[in-house]
């Protein structure tokens, strides 16, 4: 994550970098800075589909389900990936 800080801090506007450091940081199972990452991407992203569902993935680990049904559906909705709609439960 090093490496990405520098990065961040050379182009804070580089989403790619923080998208990286986000999966890192949910990788490593630091769930608030990768929570706070993945908002950061949505903010200049909005549309970014796997951000959706990753921050949902987040907020599942976290025990915020409602938090957590909202993004796994946005990122369904944004995209069809089959992976997205399992996670969204719109069959449910």
Do not use: C, W
Not at 38 to 48: A, G, H, W, Y
Not at 67 to 82: E, G, I, S, V, Y
Request: proline letters at 7%; a positive charge.
């Amino acid at each position: 994550m090093k490496l990405l800080d520098g990065v961040i801090a050379a182009h804070p506007e580089n989403t790619a970098a923080r998208l990286l450091r986000a999966r890192a940081f949910f990788a490593a199972a630091q769930l608030r800075p990768a929570e706070l990452e993945f908002s950061i991407v949505l903010e200049r992203e909005p549309d970014n589909a796997f951000a959706h569902f990753a921050l949902a993935r987040t907020y599942e680990r976290q025990n915020r389900p409602d938090q957590a049904k909202r993004h796994f559906r946005l990122a369904a909705a944004l995209d069809p990936n089959p992976r997205f709609l399992k996670a969204a439960g719109f069959d449910s």
